[in-house]
């Protein structure tokens, strides 16, 4: 195992995607280890949706539909819980239409405009990307908790997730993600997305 300093750089290093761990661990990392520009992305809390509804509501669709998922629910954590700051830049490169959409809690009033749209909004991300390297700031999102999924009977969600983030570490300079999961729901055979082997230099492994 790494030493404590070495895990802790590593933990903070913008290029470190995964962290593999078990969840009690990672409710202690995140406490301990939580910084100001770090946002959460999803936990089991009643301010996200269910997994099993989710599963149920995105049961026939493909990876694609469900990177826009997790597209959306972050465009959306930060209208409605995210830094005041950053919630209204957003609010600036969005039509009402949308804004009224997205500040829907249930996922089927937004799901459907991100699923249609999702270039779209790839590029309102892009445009917080561009926006965060001009300030100078960086924003950490926080996914724990995503055993449930798998629990719930689907690694899609996780897969489409892991691999979201993966191409963005090419495309985003300065919006990052940090994705704790469970060390037994990391295979790279199961997450079968282009370029998954090279994910050896984006994890860590964190003992409790």
């Known amino acids: 195992?790494?030493?404590l300093d070495l895990t802790e750089s590593r933990i903070y290093d913008p290029n470190t995607l995964l962290i593999l761990t078990s969840p009690e661990n990672a409710t202690k990392l995140l406490r301990s280890k939580a910084q100001?520009?770090?946002v959460c992305g999803y936990e089991l809390d009643d301010s996200f949706p269910a997994p099993e509804a989710v599963i149920e509501h995105l049961k026939n669709e493909d990876v694609?539909?469900?990177r826009a998922f997790w597209l959306g629910l972050?465009?959306?954590y930060l209208l409605t819980e995210g830094p005041i700051e950053l919630g209204d830049f957003i609010?600036?490169?969005l039509s009402q239409d949308w804004l009224s959409r997205?500040?829907?809690a249930n996922v089927d009033g937004w799901y459907p405009l991100i699923r249609r749209n999702f270039e779209e909004?790839?590029?309102v991300l892009d445009e917080l990307d561009e926006h965060l390297t001009a300030t100078d700031h960086w924003l950490?999102?926080?996914y724990e908790g995503l055993e449930a999924f798998d629990v719930a009977g689907s690694y899609v969600p996780i897969r489409a997730l892991v691999g979201l983030w993966f191409d963005r570490l090419r495309r985003w300079r300065r919006l990052r993600a940090k994705i704790f999961l469970r060390p037994d729901l990391f295979h790279i055979g199961r997450l079968n997305f282009p370029d998954a082997s090279k994910l050896s230099g984006h994890f860590i492994r964190v003992d409790g």
């Open 64 to 66: 694609i539909g469900w």
């Open 1 to 3: 195992m790494a030493s």
């Open 36 to 38: 100001p520009h770090w």
């Open 74 to 76: 972050l465009i959306r």
């Open 140 to 142: 950490c999102v926080v």
């Open 121 to 123: 909004a790839n590029c």
């Open 102 to 104: 997205l500040e829907e």
């Open 91 to 93: 609010r600036q490169k």
